[in-house]
Each structure stands twice: as structure tokens, then as C-alpha cells.
């Protein structure tokens, strides 16, 4: 996990002055019980979706995910809705609507895609032990999906209506940077005061106020092909000119750390191992803090295409942007007092960290509407075959956001200019 000491230093002041000036925080005994004893109920629900395969792509797994989902949110008289995907080959996106009476407009985005091929749930399914629970996509973000709807359920049951609109958004294609929901989530967004996105919290318990962005550089070598026995001379092997160009950038950026990252994700080269390739790709995948230090990655990448080793090769580079970086800043540092407040309500206290993985905060932030992450359930080991959520973090989150929405419903941040 990745501290971020401004954020942290800003959220302990601003807590500091607010305990200054009230009585020590009491719990909700209400919501409270009710998370108590929606508790199992959480972990039925999550069992049932994780064991649904719903890699992004899949679209009889996504769109059955979704068939549970919308069932349970229509049992609470959400209107439910089905946007279509904005890109080929990916499920519809749900989109569900609680009115309430009161002020605040309240945007959740989860997703429910993950990276997991068919028939993973299959081989490992959902389990439990030692005090975590494990199966592919059980964090990122199954377990937050289930967190907001059952967070849904519990405003229903009490009663609570202390808010204009909440609207949940289960986007069916964030693990490829959300293609197929990019504009619903921007325009979504636009029409609430906040979005709160249900990615898993970071270790040991934090918030998410800053992420990367994230981007796909994709290099492709053009050369000639060969017969590699009878005449391998006539041929220009694009296979070799792209581990020159590898080679050539290797160093040029860190792989790991705080800052710009660069790492070798994707290769593809040559049909047949008795022909010279004439054709080779590799995809860099780059996260970043700001847009100029991807600006500076492309610039490096297309400079060393100019250079080949191999004679007659050409090389080409072309980029996939996908999320923009999230910012923290004082609209975010705002959000993150507040839900520790509330968490202070249970005697407990959450950090607040950044991390390189991108989500759809940063298109919230972009418009405008201030964005809080990170509010799924503590875990780790993500986009793994022992990918787990802290079980031990499943009552408080629950409790933290629930709460989180009762307060933002009555009393909503204001929005700063969009962009």
C-alpha cells in the first residue's frame, strides 16, 4: 500500500478540529444492528455472483451477474434500467435509481467484470477460511457490488429517504478501462454531487483519495516473411527488431514505485516456427500520476521507434488511453473526513492511501463531481488465483458506508466548475 502523507496529515487535522468542536462520535445503533444482521446474507450474495464467471468480455456471465443484481434491487423499489454497452462484444450496464426527499445526489459506480477467464469460478470457487474469503474477482470488486447493494437494502428497510437520488451503476467493463461505460459514467456524473466507487479498500484499512491513470502503448514492427530454412536471408525478421525496440526502452522507466510506472504486459509474434515473423506487437502498459508524464513515456517510445536494428523493419507506436489519473485534492480530502468521522463512530480509524490502479473515480473527478474510492471491503492479491477480502472488515465497511450515504444524502459537498 501506498501512504499518502498529505492526505493523511489534511484528514487528521480537519478530524482533530471537528472532535475539537463536538462530543465524541456515537454510534448508529440501528444501522448498526441492521448490518449485523444483513451480515450473512452479504456473504450469500457474494458467493452466488462470484461464482458466476463474468470476465469483461463475457457476456452471458456479465448479464446473469446482473440478473441477480437487478432482482434484489427491485425488491427495494429501485428503478431499474438497462443502458446499452458502449463498445462491442461486452454486456448491457445496469443502472438503478433510489428517489428519496431529501437533498443530496448520490452517484455509486461497481463493476462487476473481472480478468478471469470462463470456467475459473469452476475450478476455484467461493470459499472461506482463516478469516478471509477467496475466488476469482471476490474483491475487485464483487465484494463492493454486493457492499452497495446490500448498503441499498438496509436505507430501504429503515426507512431512511434523506436523500434526492442515489444511483447505482455496475459497469460491465472496467478491467479494459471501461469502454463500454465511459460516456454513461461521465454523464452520470454530471448530475450528482458525489460518486463513490466501490473498489476493495487498501491493507490494512484505508481509503483510496489518488490513482494512476492508466494506458495501453502498443509497439508493431512490420518486417518481412521467409521460408526459415530454404531462404531465411530474404526474409526481415519483425520478431527480433521488437526485442531491439524492448531492449532499447528497458531502464528508461521504473516498473514499480510511487510514481510512473512502465512494464511489458503483451507479446505477439510470428504463425509458424518454419517462417521468418513479418509481423510483431508488444503493449506496454503505463500508469501514471499526471497526463504529462505519459505524455513523456509516448515521446520516448516513438523516439526509439525511429532507430531499428533489423534493415528494412518499420516500427510503428500507437497508445490506448483508458483512465485518467485521480487527483487528490480538497474536494476528495473533504469526502475522507467525513467517512473517518463516521468511522470514528465505531471507536475505529481509516487511513487514506493511493495506489496504480486505475477505476472510474478519475472520469467522476473529470466532470466535476467529487469522488471517493476504495469504499469495498479491505483486500488483497488482486487480478490472482489467491485473490481474498478481509471477512473481519465486512461489518464496519458496511456500517461506514451506509452511514456514508445517510450523511452525504442529508448534507451534500458542493461541486467545483467541471472541466
Known amino acids: 500500500m501506498i501512504g499518502s502523507k498529505r492526505a493523511a496529515a489534511a484528514g487528521f487535522l480537519a478530524l482533530a478540529a471537528w472532535s475539537g468542536a463536538h462530543a465524541a462520535p456515537r454510534r448508529d445503533d440501528r444501522v448498526f444492528t441492521a448490518v449485523q444482521s444483513h451480515r450473512a446474507a452479504v456473504l450469500d450474495l457474494l458467493k452466488e455472483i462470484v461464482d458466476i464467471d463474468s470476465g469483461t468480455g463475457d457476456v452471458a456471465g456479465g448479464t446473469a451477474v446482473e440478473a441477480v443484481l437487478a432482482a434484489r434491487l427491485k425488491a427495494i423499489d429501485a428503478d431499474v434500467r438497462i443502458e446499452p454497452a458502449e463498445a462491442p462484444g461486452l454486456p448491457d450496464n445496469l443502472v438503478a435509481v433510489l428517489h428519496g426527499t431529501g437533498k443530496g445526489k448520490i452517484l455509486i459506480v461497481a463493476h462487476i467484470d473481472t480478468v478471469f477467464p470462463p470456467r475459473t469460478a469452476a475450478g476455484r470457487p467461493f470459499s472461506m477460511a482463516d478469516g478471509r474469503a477467496h475466488g476469482p474477482g471476490v474483491g475487485d470488486e464483487k465484494a463492493g457490488v454486493v457492499s452497495a447493494v446490500t448498503a441499498l437494502t438496509i436505507l430501504h428497510d429503515l426507512g431512511f429517504k434523506n436523500f434526492a437520488t442515489i444511483t447505482l451503476l455496475i459497469d460491465d467493463s472496467e478491467e479494459r478501462g471501461s469502454p463500454g461505460s465511459t460516456k454513461l459514467i461521465e454523464a452520470l456524473a454530471v448530475q450528482h454531487d458525489v460518486e463513490f466507487n466501490m473498489e476493495p479498500g487498501d491493507p490494512p484499512d484505508a481509503l483510496t483519495v489518488w490513482r494512476k491513470g492508466s494506458a495501453a502503448v502498443r509497439i508493431v514492427v512490420k518486417g518481412r516473411a521467409a ?193
Open 227 to 419: 521460408h526459415a530454412g530454404m531462404a531465411p536471408q530474404d526474409g526481415r525478421n519483425a520478431a527480433a527488431e521488437l526485442v531491439h525496440q524492448l531492449s532499447a526502452l528497458e531502464g528508461a522507466f521504473p516498473h514499480f514505485g510511487p510514481g510512473t510506472t512502465v512494464n511489458l504486459t503483451l507479446m505477439k509474434a510470428g504463425e509458424r516456427s518454419n517462417i521468418i515473423p513479418e509481423a510483431a506487437e508488444a503493449t506496454l502498459n503505463v500508469r501514471y500520476r499526471k497526463t504529462e508524464d505519459f505524455d513523456a513515456v509516448l515521446a520516448k517510445v516513438e523516439a526509439s521507434a525511429k532507430t531499428t536494428l533489423v534493415p528494412d523493419t518499420t516500427v510503428t507506436v500507437a497508445h490506448d488511453p483508458a483512465f485518467p489519473p485521480l487527483t487528490e485534492n480538497a474536494q476528495i480530502d473533504a469526502l475522507a473526513v467525513r467517512a473517518q468521522a463516521i468511522y470514528g463512530e465505531l471507536g475505529k480509524t481509516v487511513g487514506l492511501s493511493g495506489n496504480g490502479g486505475a477505476s472510474e473515480s478519475a472520469l467522476a473527478m473529470s466532470v466535476g463531481t467529487p469522488a471517493l474510492d476504495g469504499l469495498g471491503f479491505v483486500g488483497g492479491d488482486f487480478h490472482t488465483d489467491h485473490e481474498w477480502i478481509d471477512l473481519e472488515s465486512v461489518t464496519p465497511r458496511l456500517y461506514l458506508f451506509t452511514r456514508l450515504l445517510m450523511d452525504i444524502g442529508a448534507a451534500p459537498p458542493a461541486k467545483s466548475a467541471g472541466r
